[in-house]
């Protein structure tokens, strides 16, 4: 540090003088910099956001109030073999239906107040108190979204995010989502298991499937044999059915995971492939294989002992490209002696096609 010729104090950080009339400039140059890390940090590191980012079905719609998302509700049944002289009348069939979905906004702070500015003022140290501050707001921002995205109801009066409890209950059989009810609409159902003849095929394509039946043990110690592991087969096959087995993934929760993990000790000819996935193996977030699916787990908000087998290409996180990740620019607020930045967040997520989703619930321990 030394004085220039108008006393000012100059701090020297590499090939660059900075001057208390350039924090603001640095400070600001820092923010935008460290948006990448924020991304990483927050997307990355999240098991459920991980995989929706990951996906070549991601996207991103400049703007709007609703995302608009067509349904195909029935079947054309129009194709017919003929032969010489035969007719065919044209006719419309109701095959699609929409659904509305609201787009929602976060915001998240970074700010410091005048005294602390002028306490660290032309030290550098402003630089590390802006980093820590960003570390805590990574930490919120990750904990809020996970708390959203398990959600059971779109919570804080209607303004957040969708939750995969409510896109995909454990019981889809009431209830209005974007806009259509489940009762009226059994098409609009996720696939579930009601310990029936009809959870041996791609429903809910019937209507008269049963109430939700918990699964129970993992398995029976004595036996060796997985209940749940058969399940877990059946559900996939429903849903899965004409589908790239790369789009799924499935989550739940740590335990459940665990116990999954824990078959081979049980069931000796039995062995679970990993994958090498970076940012699995990277976070710990679960890397095992169930048919080449990937299993993955989350310690703090899933529900205890359910399953969600998840097809990304109809499991969308919709952004507004021109508010996602993004900050403002510095706000005074005028009764208040701070500077403060937000960090926007704005987008949705969506479901599309429920029986290409499955759920199993009540899964206990190996018994």
Request: glycine share 8%; charged share 20%.
């Amino acid at each position: 540090m030394f004085l220039d010729f108008t006393g000012i104090a100059v701090l020297v950080i590499g090939d660059i003088n900075v001057t208390d009339a350039l924090d603001d400039e640095f400070v600001a140059t820092c923010l935008w910099e460290v948006l990448p890390t924020i991304y990483n940090q927050v997307f990355l590191t999240h098991p459920i956001l991980s995989e929706l980012e990951n996906t070549p079905w991601r996207t991103e719609r400049p703007g709007g109030k609703r995302i608009r998302s067509s349904l195909r509700t029935g079947k054309n049944t129009s194709f017919r073999t003929f032969d010489k002289g035969s007719v065919m009348t044209p006719r419309p069939y109701p095959m699609l239906n929409w659904c509305y979905w609201n787009y929602k906004q976060g915001a998240g702070d970074v700010m410091i107040d005048w005294v602390t500015e002028r306490e660290q003022s032309g030290s550098g140290n402003i630089f590390d108190l802006m980093e820590q501050r960003v570390e805590g707001l990574i930490d919120g921002i990750r904990e809020e979204m996970n708390t959203m995205l398990w959600s059971a109801l779109v919570g804080n009066a209607g303004m957040d995010l969708n939750g995969l409890q409510l896109l995909l209950p454990t019981d889809p059989r009431t209830g209005v989502l974007a806009g259509l009810n489940r009762a009226d609409h059994f098409w609009w159902r996720n696939c579930y298991w009601d310990n029936t003849a009809l959870s041996y095929q791609p429903h809910p394509t019937e209507s008269g499937l049963g109430v939700p039946v918990n699964v129970g043990a993992f398995g029976v110690i004595a036996t060796g044999y997985s209940t749940v592991l058969k399940r877990m087969g059946t559900m996939l096959n429903n849903c899965a059915q004409g589908e790239d087995l790369r789009d799924y993934f499935i989550i739940t929760d740590q335990l459940t995971y665990e116990q999954y993990t824990d078959s081979p000790q049980h069931m000796k000819n039995f062995r679970i492939n990993y994958e090498s996935n970076a940012d699995a193996v990277k976070y710990n977030f679960g890397n095992a294989l169930f048919r080449g699916v990937p299993i993955r787990f989350d310690s703090y908000d899933a529900p205890s002992g359910e399953m969600r087998i998840i097809n990304k290409k109809y499991m969308r996180l919709i952004s507004d490209s021109g508010a996602w990740m993004t900050w403002t620019e510095e706000r005074k607020p005028y009764n208040q002696f701070v500077k403060v930045r937000y960090l926007l967040l704005r987008g949705q997520l969506i479901m599309l096609v429920p029986r290409k989703h499955a759920v199993l619930q009540g899964i206990s321990a190996w018994a």
